[in-house]
T-cell receptor
Framework: EAQVTQNPRYLITVTGKKLTVTCSQN?????MSWYRQDPGLGLRQIYYSMNVEVTDKGDVPEGYKVSRKEKRNFPLILESPSPNQTSLYFC?????????????FGDGTRLSIL | EDQVTQSPEALRLQEGESSSLNCSYT??????LFWYRQDPGKGPEFLFT???AGEEKEKERLKATLTKKESFLHITAPKPEDSATYLCAVRDAGGTSYGKLTFGQGTILTVHP
C-alpha cells in the first residue's frame, strides 16, 4: 500500500531534550516536505526536499533541522525543543516539485513540549 | 506573498442539503489549486487538482470549480460521512519555494442525519 509513515504518532517531552520525528514513503517520490498545523494558522511549511541531499527552508524553519540521505526518508529534528513547537506535524511527499502531482500526507505526529 | 482564504469557517448542513465552500486565493501565477479532506486524527487526503480557470472536477457528491480568483467545492445531497474539514491549497508557478503548498485554514463541515 502506498503510504507516508510517521513515527512517533504522539510524543510528550520536555524543553531542551533533542527529538527526531521520522518520515518514510514507499512511493519513490522525489519531493518531501514537513508542515506544522496549528489552530487558526492552518498548515505551514517547515522544510522541504527536492531530492536526496537537497533541502531548503519553508515558511517556519526556525528551531528545526532536516536531512535527506535516502530518497524514502526525511526525518525532522528538534535539537532543543521549546514549548512553542508544541503542534501537530505532517510529513508529505509527491512525485516531483514541479509536476502537479498531489502531495500525499502521513497521519501526523502530535508533539507536546513541556 | 501567496494567500488563501476559505469561507465559511464552519458549515452545518442537514443530510441532503446542498451547499458550497469557497476558497479565495492570491498568487503571482497559479500552478495548481488543490482540495483536500481531513478527518480528525488523520492527515489531509487528496481530492482534486484544478489548473486553469473554467476547469471542473467531480467525485461522487463533490464538484470543484475554478475561476481566476477563487474555487468552489460544491457538495450535492451530502451525507453524514461527508463531515470533515476541507482544505484548499495553492501552488505558485513562480517564487523560490518550488513545490510549496500554501493552505487556507479550512472549512469544518458537519452534516446531520
Amino acid at each position: 500500500e502506498a503510504q507516508v509513515t510517521q513515527n512517533p504518532r504522539y510524543l510528550i517531552t520536555v524543553t531542551g531534550k533533542k527529538l527526531t520525528v521520522t518520515c518514510s514513503q514507499n512511493m519513490n517520490h522525489e519531493y518531501m516536505s514537513w508542515y506544522r498545523q496549528d489552530p487558526g494558522l492552518g498548515l505551514r511549511q517547515i522544510y522541504y526536499s527536492m531530492n536526496v541531499e537537497v533541502t531548503d527552508k519553508g515558511d517556519v524553519p526556525e528551531g528545526y533541522k532536516v536531512s535527506r540521505k535516502e530518497k524514502r526518508n526525511f526525518p525532522l529534528i528538534l535539537e532543543s525543543p521549546s514549548p512553542n513547537q508544541t503542534s501537530l506535524y505532517f510529513c508529505a511527499s509527491s512525485l516531483g516539485a514541479t509536476s502537479n502531482q498531489p502531495q500525499h500526507f502521513g497521519d501526523g505526529t502530535r508533539l507536546s513540549i513541556l | 506573498e501567496d494567500q488563501v482564504t476559505q469561507s465559511p469557517e464552519a458549515l452545518r448542513l442537514q443530510e441532503g442539503e446542498s451547499s458550497s465552500l469557497n476558497c479565495s486565493y492570491t498568487v503571482s501565477g497559479l500552478r495548481g489549486l488543490f482540495w483536500y479532506r481531513q478527518d480528525p486524527g488523520k492527515g489531509p487526503e487528496f481530492l482534486f487538482t484544478l489548473y486553469s480557470a473554467g476547469e471542473e472536477k467531480e467525485k461522487e457528491r463533490l464538484k470543484a470549480t475554478l475561476t481566476k480568483k477563487e474555487s468552489f467545492l460544491h457538495i450535492t445531497a451530502p451525507k453524514p460521512e461527508d463531515s470533515a474539514t476541507y482544505l484548499c491549497a495553492v501552488r505558485d508557478a513562480g517564487g523560490t519555494s518550488y513545490g510549496k503548498l500554501t493552505f487556507g485554514q479550512g472549512t469544518i463541515l458537519t452534516v446531520h442525519p
